[in-house]
């Protein structure tokens, strides 16, 4: 099965998710965004997914506790990945359409 490259729509929306910093704790330093993806997202659900400072994704700051060091630790304390992921979008949402 051959992988896929992230559409323009996907590209956009993973951009404007990442631009609003990291979920967990704001931190919106460009340098220190990665995207986290679903491990659950059905194939080809690029987009699936939310925005981490390096510390939260791959623990350098936070050892333990990030979602690759430990994912049971992490969810405990920040919440499901489903649920970061939906915090995430309504960021989006919310930073592009005025309630």
């Known amino acids: 099965?051959?992988?896929r490259s992230m559409t323009n729509?996907?590209?956009a929306l993973v951009s404007a998710m990442c631009d609003c910093g990291c979920t967990v704790c704001d931190v919106a330093n460009d340098d220190e965004i990665e995207f986290h993806h679903l491990p659950t997202a059905r194939p080809g659900a690029l987009a699936m997914g939310f925005p981490l400072c390096k510390?939260?994704?791959t623990g350098k700051e936070f050892p333990g506790e990030s979602i690759h060091s430990s994912r049971l630790i992490f969810t405990g304390k920040y919440g499901t990945?489903?649920?970061l992921a939906q915090k995430a979008l309504m960021r989006v949402f919310e930073k592009t359409i005025p309630f």
Do not use: A, I, N, R
């Open 55 to 57: 510390s939260h994704h």
């Open 81 to 83: 990945e489903l649920e």
């Open 1 to 3: 099965m051959t992988k």
């Open 9 to 11: 729509e996907e590209s």
